[in-house]
T-cell receptor, first 110, second 114 residues
């Protein structure tokens, strides 16, 4: 089957660093992506890893290890506005299907 | 200059009714999708279309009928609505292919069936 596992909730304080892990099991793999969704909003794309290693975009970084079927999203210098749900996602089936994890709800406290 | 727009934003209707949601994208993408997000925020793919052709149908009941008149539009018609259809429905688009082509989501349609 196809599945992605990520923690359901994470809480951190402003200014801290938080890591959200994702393990996946999928037939066919074309990269691991991360999306952010604020309450009442639409998911928005954050980052993509097609190859092993770390990708950095400002305060956000994402890592992939294909041999371990594992990735993570690292958020640094947390701000209150980072409170949202974060989804890992895998693209497969020739690139026409993106499946999402159940999402990690991040609470940032003052 | 909205990239992916879907209407209506809210839809409240009774069981047994038929309703439609429209989606349009102006990004020049060739692939469009419908996703359903339930109350636990789980995002589940329903359909995937590439250049107006149905590519993925994720065992969705045949009460749901998508239609793509051209590659910039993907509509969703739902017959005989049931309570369990209550959810947020997101339209999305992307370029086809296996590289980095992120999904661009519309703002969602919150469907409430009473």
């Amino acid at each position: 089957g196809q599945s992605l596992e990520q923690p359901s909730e994470v809480t951190a304080v402003e200014g801290a660093i938080v890591q959200i892990n994702c393990t996946y099991q999928t037939s066919g793999f074309y990269g691991l992506s991360w999306y952010q969704q604020h309450d009442g909003g639409a998911p928005t794309f954050l980052s993509y890893n097609g190859l092993d290693g770390l990708e950095e975009t400002g305060r956000f970084s994402s890592f992939l290890s294909r041999s371990d079927s594992y990735g993570y999203l690292l958020l640094q210098e947390l701000q209150m506005k980072d409170s949202a749900s974060y989804f890992c996602a895998v693209r497969n089936t020739g690139g026409f299907k993106t499946i999402f994890g159940a999402g990690t709800r991040l609470f940032v406290k003052a | 200059d909205t990239a992916v727009s879907q209407t209506p934003k809210y839809l409240v209707t009774q069981m047994g009714n038929d309703k439609s949601i429209k989606c349009e994208q102006n990004l020049g993408h060739d692939t469009m999708y419908w996703y359903k997000q339930d109350s636990k925020k789980f995002l589940k793919i329903m359909f995937s279309y590439n250049n107006k052709e149905l590519i993925i149908n994720e065992t969705v009941p045949n009460r749901f009928s998508p239609k793509s008149p051209d590659k910039a539009h993907l509509n969703l018609h739902i017959n005989s609505l049931e309570l369990g259809d209550s959810a947020v429905y997101f339209c999305a688009s992307s370029l086809a292919g296996t590289g980095n082509s992120p999904l661009h989501f519309g703002n969602g349609t919150r469907l409430t069936v009473t």
